[in-house]
């Protein structure tokens, strides 16, 4: 008998992750900010601005690293989080990294409920972003990973910073 009710606990505690952020929402709007330095390193800020149409636990955000980068690229893997509920910041947000094969996804813990809506705010530390040559650095990072619906706005800028203010972009 306690056999049978451990492996049941066991089997709802391995379910509840999944079955906490499932959930019907819209991403109203994405703005990714990346500010690269002359040193090779960047701090990309990722804003995302939930609708949600149910009662919610929280909120899931990717950055990938997916596809052909620099030998050392490196993300930080304790971005800053920030949240915001129907305008108004939350002091105490907690929340979990997790590490996968094509970059990091973040899970933020702040229940709310239907009608809310929620705004996170990611800064990520990156070092050796870029493919430096002689004459040129390359830029070929895809930061966006699989996303489970459509956007609304979407916004991505790069921007030279801390003595690399006078990057050309093509």
């Not at 149910?54 to 930080?76: N, T, Y």
């Not at 304790?78 to 990294?97: F, H, R």
């Not at 070929?140 to 801390?162: C, M, Y």
């Amino acid at each position: 008998m306690k056999k049978t009710f451990f492996l049941l606990v066991l089997g709802l505690f391995c379910l509840l992750p999944f079955s906490v952020f499932a959930i019907d929402f819209k991403i109203n709007s994405y703005q990714g900010d990346l500010y690269i330095h002359a040193d090779n390193t960047a701090e990309f800020r990722q804003k995302i601005v939930y609708q949600f149409e149910e009662d919610f636990k929280g909120q899931i955000v990717g950055l990938g690293r997916a596809g052909k980068m620099p030998s050392g690229f490196e993300i930080d893997p304790q971005p800053k989080v920030q949240a915001a509920k129907n305008g108004a910041e939350l002091a105490d947000v907690t929340s979990e990294v997790i590490e996968g094969a094509d970059g990091y996804t973040v899970k933020v813990y702040n229940p709310g409920q239907e009608g809310d809506t929620v705004e996170i705010d990611l800064i990520w530390n990156l070092k050796n972003l870029l493919f430096l040559y002689d004459d040129i650095a390359e830029l070929n990072w895809q930061p966006l990973t699989d996303s489970s619906g459509a956007i609304g706005k979407f916004e991505f800028h790069v921007r030279g910073d801390k003595g690399a203010e006078k990057l050309f972009f093509h």
